[in-house]
């Protein structure tokens, strides 16, 4: 069955304290692995779009790592302003396009000054 | 550019009456999503149109949910009768065909007594 985990759960910061988000998935032939944000009381937002193991794409302070398992978010020395849900998601195998998509439960960021 | 607008934003309802919710994709996107999220969760898709043509309805509980987007643009979810459980935050997404970048709405929270 085709499964996004991610971890953890959640996740508190110092202000300036890096560290990574995970996301695990299960889907044969993955052809996209996708990174949203949700601020509280909206909807997700898009980051990145990672397509084939090796690839990095980076935007402010965040930088989405893929390999054949996992993805990881890297935040450098993030901002109170970074707090957020992050979600994963991957289409399903065999379901073509991107427009179905498989989220994770996400994972809740808190940035402390 | 304007987003993806839905209405309610939030709606109390008692269980077993109806309750229906709007969305108005982005001008030019074909595609439109109906999602589910309950608390703690990631989005969990309900129904896509492509058009005025709902190409992926397998996740609707047909027996009280129901959609439409008569003209291609608007689109209206509707549930009828409510069950507690239908408690959730209802979010709408479109995009163009090919689904890279979903663009979501802030979405309604529905609270069923």
């Known amino acids: 069955e085709d499964q996004v985990t991610q971890s953890p759960e959640a996740l508190r910061l110092q202000e300036g304290e890096s560290s990574s988000l995970n996301c695990s998935y299960t889907?044969?032939?993955?052809?996209?692995l996708f990174w949203y944000r949700q601020d509280p009381g909206k909807g997700p937002e898009f980051l990145f779009t990672l397509y084939s193991a090796g690839e990095e794409k980076e935007k402010e302070r965040l930088k989405a790592t893929l390999t054949k398992k996992e993805s990881f978010l890297h935040i450098t020395a993030p901002k109170p302003e970074d707090s957020a849900t992050y979600l994963c998601a991957v289409p399903p195998a065999f379901s073509g396009g991107y427009n179905k998509l498989i989220f994770g439960a996400g994972t809740r960021l808190a940035v402390h000054p | 550019e304007a987003g993806v607008v839905q209405s309610p934003r939030y709606k109390i309802i008692e269980k077993k009456q109806p309750v229906a919710f709007w969305c108005n994709p982005i001008s030019g996107h074909n595609t439109l999503y109906w999602y589910l999220q309950n608390l703690g969760q990631g989005p969990e898709l309900l129904i896509r149109y492509e058009n005025e043509e709902a190409v992926d309805d397998s996740q609707l509980p047909k027996d009280r949910f129901s959609a439409e987007r008569l003209k291609g643009v608007d689109s209206t979810l509707k549930i009828q009768p409510a069950e507690l459980g239908d408690s959730a935050v209802y979010l709408c997404?479109?995009?163009?065909?090919?689904?890279?970048?979903?663009?979501f709405g802030p979405g309604t929270r529905l609270t069923v007594l």
């Open positions: 889907v044969s032939g993955l052809r996209g």
């Open positions: 997404a479109s995009s163009v065909n090919d689904g890279n970048e979903q663009f």
